[in-house]
């Protein structure tokens, strides 16, 4: 066999591609409705793969959804019934807004409050600053 050959077989035997390529891909939540209450399971996994503190994800969907919520140990309960494709689209809402830099699309971010109620996103990965609610 020549190298030509050899080549064309070794890329049919290459497994198709899982992934979209990206190394950042925003983390599906694990939502289940029990009773009256919606509880997300994988809550601080989750908060470790956007690198964000558990308080500023929990006001922002009792904010959302105008709901009081507690943090039972790994999960989050929501006090109401919400469907997961609602909780999951506030989720992505949440990342594009709060860990996504607004100048490279990177998720290299933390936020720094700045004074006078206002806080400011960070991108670690190009310097951007921008201001967030």
């Known amino acids: ?19 979209s390529g990206e190394r950042f891909e925003i983390p599906i939540l694990d939502a289940f409705v029990e009773g009256n209450k919606t509880i997300i ?11 964000r503190k558990p308080e500023h994800l929990v006001k922002f969907f009792t904010a959302e959804f105008a709901v009081p919520a507690t943090v039972e140990g790994e999960r989050l309960v929501l006090h109401r019934k919400l469907r997961p494709e609602l909780i999951n689209k506030k ?10 830099c607004t100048q490279c699309g990177k998720p290299d971010t933390h936020i720094e409050d700045s004074g006078h109620r206002s ?5 670690e990965a190009c310097g951007a600053r921008a201001a967030v609610k």
């Not at 066999?1 to 992934?19: C, I, N, R, T, V």
């Not at 399971?41 to 690198?51: D, T």
């Not at 806080?119 to 991108?123: G, T, Y």
Request: overall charge positive; proline content about 2%.
């Open 1 to 19: 066999m020549d190298y030509d050959s050899l080549l064309d077989k070794a890329y049919k035997e290459l497994p198709e591609q899982s992934g």
């Open 41 to 51: 399971k994988n809550f601080f996994s989750v908060l470790q793969k956007i690198r």
């Open 91 to 100: 989720f992505t809402d949440y990342v594009k807004n709060y860990v996504i």
């Open 119 to 123: 806080k400011v996103l960070i991108c």
